[in-house]
């Protein structure tokens, strides 16, 4: 099942990356309020169906690629295994 995670800073969070590629493409010549940078996982999980891949990358996100803190994360199921990616 392939499940694309999607991390970002909740409101009121300083974005320093952010700020420093919106101060480049401003430098650029580029008309650029503001960038907010987000991490974007897509992943090949072995799971017998959606909810069980989701469960899965939720609880991915609560233990390693998300800090409750600052950040908040979106599960999405982008489909199944690809033909070409399966081993046989």
């Known amino acids: 099942m392939i499940v694309k995670i999607e ?3 909740k409101p009121g969070h300083f974005d320093p990356e ?3 590629t919106a101060k480049s493409l ?3 010549g ?3 309020e503001e960038v907010k ?3 974007v996982y897509t992943l090949n999980l ?8 989701v469960n899965q990358a939720k609880d991915m996100c609560k233990k390693l690629l998300a800090n ?3 950040d908040n994360f979106t599960v999405e199921v982008l489909g ?3 033909a070409d990616n399966k081993k046989s």
């Open 7 to 9: 991390v970002k800073l």
């Open 18 to 20: 952010g700020d420093v």
């Open 26 to 28: 401003r430098d650029l």
């Open 30 to 32: 580029f008309k650029v």
């Open 37 to 39: 940078v987000s991490k």
């Open 46 to 53: 072995l799971s017998g169906n959606a909810e069980e891949a």
């Open 68 to 70: 409750p803190t600052k």
């Open 80 to 82: 199944l295994e690809k």
